[in-house]
């Protein structure tokens, strides 16, 4: 080392070469006051034991903002204090000694218009991994208003979804082909044209049907679509089938998808495991060609359930939202799948709402305006079935997409037997419930008189009637008053 | 003989009048203007059927809509008409509810032309017999 370079070193505290603590480097600030136009951050941390929690929300603040493990002086070039994220308050999770809640602030100019891919490469890009901390959750997020204008949104949603196919006051109604792999296109096609038939608004392909030796794609398309057709066409009402176009590559997808629009279908479909980069491009594809598009939230419970590390679906529901995704799988209470039934409503109320209000007891931490950008169909599949139509309509409310797969084509009497018991079952209980009636508790009666003038009701009531899975959720809230259960 | 099956009751017996009535109630209860729509052509596509009048807004009770019910009965006995609730509020402003409150006794349906397309690809038609079968206003 020569002199001249000696003699330039920085000396302050601040720039002084060296490893100094993360709070001591601008990432920590209490009496940080928050600008609109901020992103803000909640993390659930676990520190490693002996890591002081505002060190750690600090280090979590700068390992997802601008810093790295030392000091650089480079930092010195640019308005450093600007893009250094802030921790700004920290709190203990209600009954855990070990957690803890970090709230962060970052800058609107860290983050590109427009990119979910870019957002997330920032907030959950390197920390996650980070030593410091045992474990960590991305809980929630505030988008401001100024980020989400940069966002289109849902081309569609429900608002224009329900004008297309002209369904208004009741959830729709739909159900995956099963089984979801083996069938042949032509025997695909007709467990299509029988639910529809039967009462269905639409059919989908499960996450798992895309191209496979036993039923190539355009095989599947052509017969699905001759399916819906024939279904419109007997009962005078509109169709449709969600055709799942996810593939190796976007040049594949984007071919599977033109086909499905001019051979007239009305929706796509994408599974979330494609990126969030490719599902912004599908999106942008459906807004441009009239095509709603439905996303299978395929490997979400890889990252989303564990409560202490990963993300909170609520948080990917957002991202979802500001992606232009139509529909989203968010959960159905009673059926097969996790989710506890206010987390659940938290995630049902992030999709639909036009704005947010703080309210922990059903996980939102944040207020938060969506900017108009439009509401996502959340849908609910997985292990439902008619005779739980009365919790169904109390749990999840109106804008549902309710997808009885196994509760369809299970039937005793088949495929349309069961379409016909879940539509009579959906539509004797929003009549119920607009006449006032107390739907919850006269479910089971309001059912069995529906029943009276339908006998595949009567059939799927006396065959599914015990089913339930009622087993305690592993994501739970920290704020609930009461445990929640889905029983009812 | 087909059953259309347009709607949000559309696969329960013909709601009776009572049942109407607490649908109405209901609607305005939520703060919905109450439409009555008639056509003779319920093709799924046919999104303006014809309008009875305006939609029936700051009508507080329901005995007025039913009035105006039965007057479009009369006036086109036979065909269908639906009941639709327009809903102003932000973030919704489109129809909240929809439901048919008239069918005709013998419905025949629709039939689907195929026309074949290039390779495998059929262009589909969903045609009805009734409008086929006569022009507006004598078809049911």
Redesign the interface.
Known sequence: MNDESERTRIKTERYEAGVIPYKKMGYWDADYSIKESDVLCLFRITPQPGVDPIEAAAAVAGESSTATWTVVWTDLLTACDVYRAKAYFVEEVPNNAEEFFAFIAYECDLFEEGSIANLTASIIGNVFGFKAVKALRLEDMRLPYAYLKTFLGPAAGVIVERERIDVFGRPLLGATVKPKLGLSGKNYGRVVYEGLKGGLDFLKDDENINSQAFMRWRERFLYVMEGINKAAAKTGAVKGSYLNVTAATMEEMYERAEFAREIGSIIVMIDLVIGYTAIQSICYWGRKNDMIVHLHRAGHSTYTRQKTHGINFRVICKWMRMSGVDHIHAGTVVGKLEGDPNAVKGFYDTLLLPSLSEDRNLGLFFDMDWASLRKCLPVASGGIHCGQMHQLTHLLGEDVVLQFGGGTIGHPDGIQAGATANRVALESMVLAKNEGRDYLAQGPDILKEAAKTCRPLQTALDLWKAITFDYASTDTLDFEATPTSSAS | M?????G??????DLTDE?IT??VK?SIASGYALSIEYTDD????N?YWEMWGLPLFDVPDAATIMYELSECRKAHPGVYIKM??FNNA??????????MVQRPAFEP????VRQEGKG?????T?QSYAVQSAGEGARY
Do not use: D, K, M, W
């Open positions: 087909a059953r259309v099956t347009q949000c009751f559309s696969l329960l017996p049942q607490a649908q209901y319920p093709h799924p596509r999104c639709s609730g932000r973030g919704i402003e489109s129809t909240s509810i929809s439901f349906g629709f039939y689907l495998r690809n059929i262009i589909y969903i």
